[in-house]
């Protein structure tokens, strides 16, 4: 509701958003017949048996309706899902892996790129790299800043990647959100969204929770107007955010706002 997605006419249809994670739970009712495209570069299937990013892929691209009586809880209802497995169902990942797949969601121009992931680590330039080639071909990648209440991690603190910090429901950044480098902030404390099956849905917190909120409006924005790719659509989330009174190094330029 904070992100005005209830409000927005616009489903990111005709949108392709790639989540960089730990796959999908493929059979989960709520996403049955939507378009999904599904790479791992883990060695592992795309069944996501971990389920963070089942959980983030529900916030960025969930359905309007959910199955039964869950309520709404994904923003980019009709959007394309491109689900690359880059973490393993530990949890882990290599950046080799990780790089592949931001190559990957590239390749196949993907409009958004969503990464809830990272370490406490320096400007990485391969990551740097990585952003500026989505920039030049028309994708964003956003990125979450952290939770180690420390300085954003890589990749969020490449200055090509967009970084996400996480809000929570009072509008107060959360205690465990890193701050610095941070380009927007979204909802990240508590936040329902589908997990794999049997359970289906489950609440998780962190700025992973905050970057797909992100995603899924950003990929609202894209479909309403083919001018808004890249840096475009950078420029949009940020110059569109709900501004807070509050330092832009703990919630950048505010809350993320759908059109």
């Not at 790639?18 to 996403?31: E, I, K, M, S, Y």
């Not at 391969?126 to 990125?143: F, K, P």
């Not at 589908?194 to 992973?208: D, E, F, H, I, L």
């Amino acid at each position: 509701m904070a992100c005005r997605v209830p409000a927005s006419r616009r489903t990111g249809a005709g949108i392709r958003v790639a989540v960089l994670d730990t796959g999908l739970d493929l059979g989960h009712p709520d996403f049955a017949g939507r378009q999904i495209a599904g790479q791992s570069f883990t060695g592992e299937p795309v069944q996501d048996r971990h389920s963070h990013g089942t959980h983030c892929i529900g916030t960025a691209c969930g359905p309007k309706s959910p199955a039964g009586t869950a309520p709404r809880y994904g923003i980019g209802s009709r959007s394309s899902i491109y689900a690359g497995k880059v973490l393993s169902n530990s949890g882990s990942g290599a950046t080799a892996g990780v790089l592949a797949g931001m190559n990957w969601a590239i390749a196949n121009r993907c409009e958004v790129i969503s990464m809830s992931l990272g370490s406490q680590a320096p400007v990485q330039a391969a990551y740097t790299a990585a952003g500026r080639a989505a920039l030049a071909n028309g994708c964003l990648i956003v990125a979450a800043a952290g939770n180690a209440a420390a300085a954003t991690g890589a990749p969020a603190n490449s200055p090509t990647i967009l970084s996400v910090a996480s809000l929570d429901q009072t509008l107060t950044p959360s205690s465990f959100s890193n701050s610095g480098k941070v380009e927007i902030a979204a909802p990240g404390r508590d936040v329902f969204s589908s997990v794999p099956r049997p359970t289906r849905y489950g609440t998780k917190s962190g700025t992973s929770m905050a970057t797909p909120h992100v995603a899924g409006c950003a990929a609202l924005w894209a479909q309403s107007s083919a001018s808004l790719r890249g840096p475009q659509l950078w420029r949009k989330l940020l110059s569109s955010a709900r501004q807070l009174p509050l330092p832009a190094g703990r919630v950048g330029a505010g809350m993320v706002q759908a059109p």
